[in-house]
């Protein structure tokens, strides 16, 4: 089946054409088609909903949406849906990844609890009533030991445990196998199946 991504990251549509192939995922652009969602929920859900819809708007075709972040139990639950935009409005611009990381490191030094979790809420919208949601974690803890080069956003600094490495020195499919993102496109993949059989 042939779905659209409601995303402009292309790390995202990157994994998730992995997580949800052989589907076709198409992102906004392939159809001309001009997204853009302003993210005003108040959870993963609602946005991960408001961008179904906002791009469901533009297509027949069905349509994938995800909202994640990471959360810190020591920040309060902070960044969460703002993991994205996460110290931009201090700086006046909008960070990097790696700003962003260095951010989070700093408001952590006064803390001794640095567990993390992602979140990913993911939406398939087959019409405006028709549409499944999942929502996943992954559990680790932040590092300032910054390692690795693949993955995206906060993976050079969200260190597991049972791997002993950061999440961005795992490999594509290591990643998709435990993460919040690749469990919940696992989910909606088997509905996808379904859908076409
Ligand atoms: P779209 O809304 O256009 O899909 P976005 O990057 O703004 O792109 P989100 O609103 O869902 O996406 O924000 C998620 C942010 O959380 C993302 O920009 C990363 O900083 C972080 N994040 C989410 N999943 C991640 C992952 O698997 N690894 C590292 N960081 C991740």
Redesign the pocket.
């Known amino acids: 089946m042939e779905i659209v991504l ?4 292309a790390h ?1 549509a990157q ?1 998730l054409e992995k997580i949800l192939s052989p589907h076709r995922v198409l992102i906004p652009a392939d159809l001309g088609l001009d997204f853009d ?1 302003e ?1 005003t929920g108040t959870t ?1 859900l609602e ?1 991960a909903l408001l ?1 179904a819809r906002t791009l469901s708007a533009l297509t027949d075709k069905p349509v994938v ?6 959360s810190l139990p020591a920040l309060d639950g902070a960044p969460g ?1 703002y ?2 935009r ?1 110290g931009s409005e201090e700086a006046g611009r909008m960070l990097t ?1 790696p700003e ?1 990381n260095a951010y989070l490191l700093k408001n952590l030094e006064d803390k001794d609890d640095w567990s993390a979790f ?1 979140v ?1 809420s993911m939406v398939l919208m087959v019409s405006e009533y028709r549409f499944y949601t999942v929502q996943e974690t992954m559990e680790g803890r932040v590092t300032d030991q910054d390692a690795g080069e693949g ?5 050079p600094v ?1 260190f597991l445990e049972e791997k002993g490495k950061t ?1 961005a020195e795992l490999s594509e499919e290591e ?1 998709n196998l435990i ?3 690749g469990k919940a496109g696992a989910k909606l993949k088997l509905i996808l199946d379904s859908l076409e059989s």
């Open positions: 409601a995303t402009g990251n995202k994994e969602c993210e993963y946005n961008k949406a995800d909202d994640s972040g990471i849906i993991s994205a996460y990844a962003r992602f990913c993955g995206f956003g906060y993976d969200f999440v990643k993460s919040h993102r």
